[in-house]
Each structure stands twice: as structure tokens, then as C-alpha cells.
């Protein structure tokens, strides 16, 4: 017999984001709360999002989940903190004699259905991306209409500053129940429109350590990450702060590059140690620091103009690079000069358009590098962007009328 139509349904799309001052090290591995506060940028769901279908009935007779296509298991821990997280949320607005818009029973099962724009687990933060989204449409197809920090952070810490656009902070919090371990936006997506972003995909391929595991080798044996969280990272996330309200991009490049670098540190002060950064990663870095270095000589202003563009490195390889507007065209021509594409020229520039210019000979000779075909796959110019959207359209739902995954167009 055929299942009747789910009671329920609900898609939305959440973005990735970016942490500026970054997160490393959990002072609870359970509850997922960090040993630092960390800031980020919100990416524009117009080049990188999760799309998730949530669905609830009293037809399905377990919880399901499909990631890109591909039935998991829903047993997954973290993704059963995040259940159960929601559903005692739905309980409490219940108990608390709030009405109910959704005439349905909390004990009827769900299905999900999520995927990716963007390769998975390669450093694009996709599990934040992930669980903010899952977060997100459970909410809503639970009637939950409380902060849900706690739940996107149950499945992947930097998920809850993914429930946000523009720029956002999230509070390390004190309290062992972590209950003031929350996000919060410090400016919205319009604030700062001359920023722009350029993700340099060095490897989609999965990283040899994950974060989970990677991090917590580094509070057990790293005497550097706890002297970075205790001593350096409040100072840095003020100073980030100012920098953004401000749109200061001197200052917001140069901390960006060292919080970075700092991170990496961290890492390598790991014992045995970690390495994210390839040497692909390295060479960029290299890169946008002769860059800044040919604009600091040539810009008659170069005291107050040091810095065109600022890299940023997550748990991988690829990079992220912050610069401005009126930066982009001349920064994409020296990757592409550096780093030639072998056989994707056409696709190597994916995102929003960019105008073709040509590199000076000073500039080419400032940079001095040997060019490495294929160094990089492709890059994504992309831009600030907004928090999660519903996605009113049925014909964007992942999930048939049968609660099962639609076939691939």
C-alpha cells in the first residue's frame, strides 16, 4: 500500500562558513564546547550551501538520513545528540503551554535527505555547513523557534556560526552545561559589500586526519595551543571585532594571516605532529605575501597600504584568500600566472565573474615563482552572504512524496 503523503516537510540551504580567529581544542568532548571563542565569515549560498530535506510521519517507522545520495547511519552520535537536542526543545515549547502550530506527534520518525555543492570533508567546512542546515530544518519541522546554537554545535562545533550571515562570533562560553556557548552576529552580510573571497582548491580530496581527532591531540599534548587560547585568542577576537565594524582591512588581513599561520603552529606543535598544509598550500602563501609585498613598494600610500589580500587555512589544504573588490581581477591573473590550469581553463574560475587582466612585468617578476601546472583545480570567487533560508519551492525538496530520496536528475 502506499504510503500516504509525509505530514511534514521542510528544505532549507545553510552556508559555510569561514573562521577568521580560529577554533581548535574542545574543553568538552560531549557537549562540543570549545577552549576558545572564534570569529568568522559567512560565505554567499550563491557558490557554496547545503541543501537539507527534512521530513516527518507517522508512516516512516525509523529515522533516516541520506548524505549526497547515500543512506548513512542514522546512529551516528553526533547526529543523535542533534535529534534529541531538537526533540527535547519541541517537548519544552510543549510543556511550557506555548501553541502548537504543528498538530502532529513528537514520537513520529524523520527522514533527511541533505547534500553538498562542494566536495565533502576536503577543509570547506561542509560538516559546518551540514549540521547548521540539519539544525535548521529540524527546527522548523519541530516547531522550534529558540536559538538553536546548542543543537547545530552538537554535530559540528563551528556549525552554530553557520546559523548566521555576515559576521559571526562564537562565544566559548563558561558554564559546564554550556548553555552560554552560543553564536552571535557581530555584523550582517551588508556591512562590509567591497569584501570579496577567493577559495583556492588545492585537493578535494579527504584530509588524512579529521578535525575531531586532530584537535584533540592537540589539547592533550600541546603547550602552545593552550598558551594561543588562554593568553592570545581574547585579545585577537577584540581586536577582530574592531577590525570588522570598522571594515579596517589592513589590520583585519594581517590578523587574519597570523591567526592562520598560529593555528597551523598549534598543529605542528602537536605531538606526533599534524600538517594540514601541502606544499601547493605553502607556495600560496608565498604567493599573496609577494603580492602585498610588489603593492606595498609601488602604492604611493603603501604605509597604509600594505596588505591586498590575506589567506586564511581550516584543516586542509585549500586556501581562502580575503581581499577587496577592485584586488580580485589582478590576484585571480597572478594564481593563474603561478599556478597554470592544465586542462580546465575554462572551468578553473568558478563563482562570480571575473574580468580578465593582464600581470605587469614587475609584478611577474616580483612574484619570481616557477609556475606549477595544476598546482590549484579550480578557484571560487565568492562574497559575504546571509544565514539559512527556507526554500518554499516543493520542487526543491530532496525527498519524494514517499519519504525517500528523489532520483538524481
Known sequence: MASEKPTVVVTCTAPVNIAVVKYWGKRDEELILPINSSLSVTLHQ???????????SRDFTEDRIWLNGREEDVGQPRLQ?????????????????????????????????????????AGLASSAAGYACLAYA????????????????RGSGSACRSLYGGFVEWQMGERPDG??????????????????????????????????????TSVETSALLKFRAEALVPARMAEMTRCIRERDFQAFGQLTMKDSNQFHATCLDTFPPISYLSDTSRRIIQLAHRFNAHHGRTKAAHLTARFQVAYTFDAGPNAVIFTLDDTVAEFVAAVRHSFPPESNGDKF??????????????????LGMDPIPGGIRYIIATQVGPGPQVLD?????????????????
Open 46 to 56: 550563491d557558490q557554496l550551501k547545503t541543501t537539507t530535506t527534512a521530513a516527518i
Open 81 to 121: 545528540a542533534c535529534l534529541r537536542e531538537i526533540r527535547r526543545l519541541a517537548r519544552k515549547r510543549r510543556s511550557d503551554g506555548l501553541e502548537d502550530p504543528l498538530p502532529l506527534s513528537l514520537s513520529y520518525k524523520v527522514h533527511v535527505a541533505s547534500e553538498n555543492n562542494f566536495p565533502t570533508a
Open 138 to 153: 529540524l527546527a522548523r519541522v519541530y516547531g522550534v523557534d529558540s536559538d538553536l546554537s546548542e543543537v547545530a554545535r
Open 179 to 216: 548553555k552560554d556557548s552560543i553564536a552571535r552576529q557581530v555584523a550582517p552580510e551588508s556591512h562590509w559589500p567591497e569584501l570579496r573571497v577567493l577559495i583556492l582548491v588545492v585537493s578535494a580530496e579527504r584530509k588524512p586526519m579529521g578535525s575531531t581527532a586532530g584537535m584533540q
Open 349 to 366: 574560475l568558478k563563482g562570480l565573474p571575473v574580468e580578465p587582466v593582464l600581470l605587469s612585468d614587475e609584478l611577474k617578476a616580483t
Open 393 to 409: 519551492d516543493p520542487g526543491a525538496h530532496l525527498l519524494g512524496p514517499d519519504g525517500l530520496p528523489k532520483p538524481a536528475a
